[in-house]
């Protein structure tokens, strides 16, 4: 009998023990309340807490969460309704705060995720929702996170994750980027247009300003050689009026020859002429140049070319024999 009690005892005393040893996991923390009473937060690991005074409040899970914020309907500033959902990552930073200063601490975080969606998205236009989702998030996350404070959570991301629009204004936003496109190609190809017109233009300018360069300088040397030819032919006559005045007619009936024989080879190189008829003898033209011959012998042997033979016909530049 006595062997009985003291087994039952003893199994009293391992059952109070086995009910005292509190194991807690990692990522993790329990809430111990002593007669309901919160006292202390249990670690992970091993703790013990006498059974019958001590039990497990709450158990707090301390990682990171991340929490559904479900779609919902948003009227914008400019009456714009569009649908719209995210999500939230926490973690609880103090368990007792956690589990004794919010009721539900998962239900408080999405409603209040939620209202504030609402209020930030709905102070902003269509395209401004669109368009700047960053600012969105970090005005968002700066409320919640103030919000939570005093409830031991640390909002640590806040993510809008799809905007909606109605099917109309999707497609007057595809109908206005289109048009914008266009409109941007039209003057990129107005630009295009007007820088080529430029540098035609240039091109054009600089080729009409080398063709009267080439002009200038074509006329220039025109007028140079205008001048030298003049000039020679002022240094001949002179050489013909001094070897006139010195008694010398061989000079100017070769100066007469040579002008002669010039426009009788003009006759002879004119297109239109079929044929030529000559206003002298073809005797005298050879007299002619028999002499010029007689003059330039005379002139390469330093002498006077003597007058031609009594008994010899005259050229028609020669005159009478003395």
Known sequence: MEATALFFILALVIIYLMASIKIVRQGY???IEYFGRFTVVARPGFNFYPAFFYRVGRKVNVMEQVLDIPGQEIITKDNAMISTDGVVFFNVLDAAKAAY???DLYNAILNLVTTNLRTVMGSMDLDETLSKRDEINARLL???????TPWGVKITRIEVKDI????DIVNAMARQMKAEREKRANILEAEGMRASEILRAEGEKQGQILQAE???????????????????????TQVVSEAIAGGNNQA???FIAQKYVEAVGKFATSPNAKTILFPVEATQLIGTLGGIGELARGA???N???????????????????
């Open 304 to 322: 006077t070319v003597p007058p031609p033979p009594a008994g010899k016909r005259p050229g028609p530049f020669e005159g009478p024999a003395q």
């Open 252 to 254: 100017l009936n070769y």
């Open 29 to 31: 923390q329990y809430t």
């Open 164 to 167: 909606r629009p109605p099917a």
């Open 101 to 103: 200063e919010v009721s």
């Open 142 to 148: 700066h409320v919640i996170d103030d919000a939570t």
């Open 300 to 302: 390469l042997a330093g």
């Open 214 to 236: 080439g002009r200038r300088e074509a006329a220039f040397r025109d007028a140079e050689a205008r001048e030298r030819q003049a000039e020679a032919e002022a240094k001949a």
